[in-house]
């Protein structure tokens, strides 16, 4: 797909944003994410041939090569303990790109949220007006910050509809709805609430927003410059990242986030690792084995939720992490239109995949993706071919 074709009203669908997903920075506002003048934090290879690998679904047995192709993989790279076993990039998409994450951008927001909780900066428990006075008298009252990062706030929201117009207002398209806001702060100062805080489980982008600007607020800096300074900098990443904002300046922490393949994986691996990379701790080890904890109290919460699957029946939606088994240690990052971001302890395996599905959401297709992730986890292959 090529540039003249890909314009700031088509980028995110498919097939325009094969291409604008990897030239963000041309087609709306971004902030540089700075990663600063320290080491990169080594990924070395290890000699492994994934050709001979396929995997059982659907009633049929799917080739490695098979499975990139439909699940229209961008990006792909396995790192299993410590070490690269695949790295591919395809059409066109170089290791020096950068490539939109969208919602896997709300696990990089809420591992910031951990750094500044091991600060002492503001506390789970804190409320959102707490640090954000000019909310209080708005639908914000009584929420906490845990709220926001297991998604149950009693925001207003209507998935199919304000989960796509808020990429809208957040990269200043032209959008054709005249009841909201210009501008996300504003968005965010006006929407009511349809049930109480605390209660199940219900998928909104705006409450990472919410998240994002309390961040901001408690330590007293931009949030392209938070996450600078307390990750990026600090974990080995290779290039700068960029972060979309909206017209007026405001972050976009819930979808915005543009990496390369291999920090996206650096950052996985920094996870997989206890909070740890390149001998550097950069993320409490606590605020990580939270993931790692079975939680009734959420699972509850998500067991009448769309995204809800009864083959995971103890899954749930913890610190904007998708835990699909927290005993064992599974859990991703995943965003619209196949970014993923899988880290899975019992292999000691983080894999990081850049895609770009033909349409935001395709169950099926994701349902496919996550299967062959899944299995290469848990593949060996020919372990002497491994250093």
């Keep these: 797909m090529q540039r003249g074709l890909t314009t700031t ?68 790279l396995v790192v299993r303990d410590g070490k690269v076993l695949s790295e591919l990039y395809q059409d066109g998409m170089s290791p020096s790109d950068t490539h939109l994450l969208m919602s896997a951008s709300k696990s990089f927001t809420s591992i910031l949220c951990g750094v500044l909780v091991g600060h002492g900066s503001l506390h789970t428990g804190s409320l959102v007006t707490e640090h954000l006075p000019e909310l209080v008298g708005t639908s914000w009252d009584g929420c906490t910050l845990q709220h926001l990062l297991d998604m149950r706030a009693g925001t207003a929201w209507d998935y199919d509809v304000d989960e796509y117009t808020a990429t809208d207002v957040s990269d200043y398209r032209s959008h054709e709805r ?56 600090r974990m080995g990443a290779e290039q700068d990242a960029d972060l979309v904002v909206d017209a007026s300046g405001f972050p976009l922490a ?47 919460a998500y067991a009448n939720a769309p995204e809800y699957d009864a083959d995971s029946p103890d899954a749930f939606y913890k610190d904007c992490w998708w835990v699909s088994d927290a005993e064992k240690g599974i859990y991703e990052a995943a965003g619209m239109s196949g970014q993923e971001l899988l880290i899975h302890h019992p292999s000691r395996t983080v894999i990081a995949k850049l895609s770009t599905h033909p349409t935001e959401l395709d169950p099926e297709l994701w349902a496919l993706q996550y299967a062959g992730m899944i299995a290469l986890c848990e593949y060996r292959g020919d372990e002497s071919r491994v250093p």
């Design 178 to 233: 005249n009841d909201i806001p210009e501008d996300t702060e504003t968005w965010i100062r006006t929407i009511g609430n349809t049930h109480a805080h605390g209660g199940p489980f219900h998928y909104c982008s705006l409450m990472t927003c919410v998240l994002g600007w309390m961040l901001e607020r408690a330590a007293g800096a931009s949030f392209p410059e938070l996450f600078s300074r307390e990750i990026w900098s």
């Design 9 to 76: 009203s088509n980028w995110i669908n498919g097939p325009f944003n094969r291409w604008g997903f990897r030239h963000v920075r041309e087609l709306t506002r971004t902030a540089r994410v700075g990663r600063g003048f320290g080491p990169v934090s080594d990924l070395p290879p290890a000699a492994h041939d994934l050709s001979d690998f396929s995997f059982a679904y659907g009633g049929r047995r799917i080739g490695f090569d098979r499975w990139l192709e439909e699940t229209f993989t961008d990006g792909l």
């Design 254 to 300: 819930e979808g915005g986030f543009c990496t390369t393949l291999r920090d996206f994986a650096r950052f996985g691996l920094m996870c997989l690792q206890g909070g740890e990379i390149g001998g550097q701790r950069v993320v409490p080890a606590e605020w990580l084995a939270r993931l790692r904890v079975r939680d009734q109290e959420l699972i509850d």
